[in-house]
């Protein structure tokens, strides 16, 4: 009980800190778990396994429902160029230098795919901050992360994943659902608006743990099924405003700082060998400087802003996290990679997020 209790005490801590220093929270969270990962047995906490995936999916859900549906389809192509090169530039360069390394194509496939993401999770909380979730170019910036998720997942699927039967029963069951569920949940906000029994919210939450069962079955990302079913739902939210931000209030007060502080446990000093860090001397460098200037350049070409935004995005999109992480624990849990080659993967997609951070705060991006 004790150890649960200094999880939530380093939460709240780290929260006080980014507020006093003007640090994303969501990467203070990540440094608080990275802590407190590796002075407690977070592994045998099975309810923050739950609560993580469930904050995951939470931020996805909030982040889908910020997509103006006009302002995607002016700036799709945009936005779908932007996404392109910003993840098969430093796939190809992430590649090429891992198989330099290993001689193997299944471990150096993976080890791009685990690289070359963007992490959208960690992206929506820090637009939000920044006030730019308003702006049209935040809904751009959205889009082009989300894109890139895809395009993770379409990549390790095609890779790795053997399809059955099953999964295309499960692939047709969940289309059935994603297509009904805004329908039903239109003539529940009408019928119990604002009601004492928050049946709306709960209806919500229920939609959200019925992601996580579909995805866990038909090898498809749970942020990339609640960003779409937020995209699906975000009309219809319009006229219910306080619905969001009821959920807004429980998914970032309780539910994805446990998700960030789980990403961050992830990393565990114990586990750095000499091999790992010679892994991650050559592959951290690579993959923060291939994300940052693919990012940056053809943002910059494609929009024609300033010096300042094009370095924003291009520091933004090195924020690796949720399917980095995911790619590398599908990798190990498959025998593909090793235990070393799976901790220079994590220690490079949280370090690529704490250095963008703080580059970006020094510079004042």
């Known amino acids: 009980m004790m150890n649960e209790l200094l999880v939530i005490l380093l939460i709240v801590l780290f929260g006080i800190v980014s507020l006093e220093a003007g640090f994303s929270t969501a990467v203070l969270e990540i440094v608080a778990g990275m802590i407190g990962g590796n002075l407690l047995d977070v592994s ?17 859900f909030l982040a889908g429902l910020e997509i103006d549906k006009d302002e995607l389809r002016k700036h799709f192509r945009r936005s779908s160029i ?3 090169a910003a993840y098969f530039i430093p796939f190809i360069l992430v590649f090429s230098s891992s198989f330099l390394l290993i001689s193997d194509l299944r471990k150096s496939a993976l080890i791009a795919i685990a690289l070359s993401t ?17 702006l049209e170019i935040g809904h751009v910036i959205l889009s082009a992360a989300m ?17 059955d039967y099953l999964s295309i029963i499960f692939l047709l069951m969940l289309v059935a659902f994603m297509w009904h569920a805004p329908r039903l949940g239109r003539w529940l906000f009408a019928r119990y608006r604002e009601n004492l029994s928050e049946i709306e919210l709960k209806f919500l939450l229920l939609v959200l743990l019925a992601l996580l069962f579909f995805a ?6 749970e942020a990339v099924l609640a960003f779409m079913m937020g995209f699906l739902f975000s009309e219809i939210l319009e006229e219910h405003g306080l619905i969001v931000e009821k959920l807004k209030g429980i998914i970032f007060a309780f539910f994805s700082p446990i998700f960030f502080f789980k990403a961050g446990s992830y990393l565990k000093f114990s586990s750095l060998s000499l091999e790992s ?13 291939a994300k940052y200037y693919s990012a940056k350049i053809v943002f910059r070409k494609l929009f024609g802003v300033g010096e300042a935004l094009s370095r924003f995005v291009g520091l933004s999109f090195n924020l690796r996290l949720t399917f980095g992480i995911v790619a590398a624990l599908f990798g190990l849990e498959l025998g593909v990679i090793s235990l070393e080659i799976y901790t220079a993967i994590i220690t490079v997609i949280i370090s690529s997020a704490i250095i963008s951070s703080l580059v970006g705060r020094m510079s004042g991006s």
């Open 44 to 60: 045998s906490f099975r309810w923050m396994d739950f609560i993580a995936n469930y904050g995951l999916l939470g931020l996805m």
């Open 82 to 84: 932007l996404a392109l």
């Open 118 to 134: 963007t992490s959208l999770a960690l992206l929506y909380p820090i637009l939000r901050e920044r006030g730019l979730l308003n």
């Open 147 to 163: 894109l890139i998720d895809v395009l993770s997942m379409i990549s390790l699927t095609l890779v790795f994943a053997a399809i």
């Open 216 to 221: 866990e079955r038909v090898m498809i990302s």
């Open 277 to 289: 860090l010679i892994y991650i001397a050559i592959l951290l460098p690579i993959a923060l400087l």
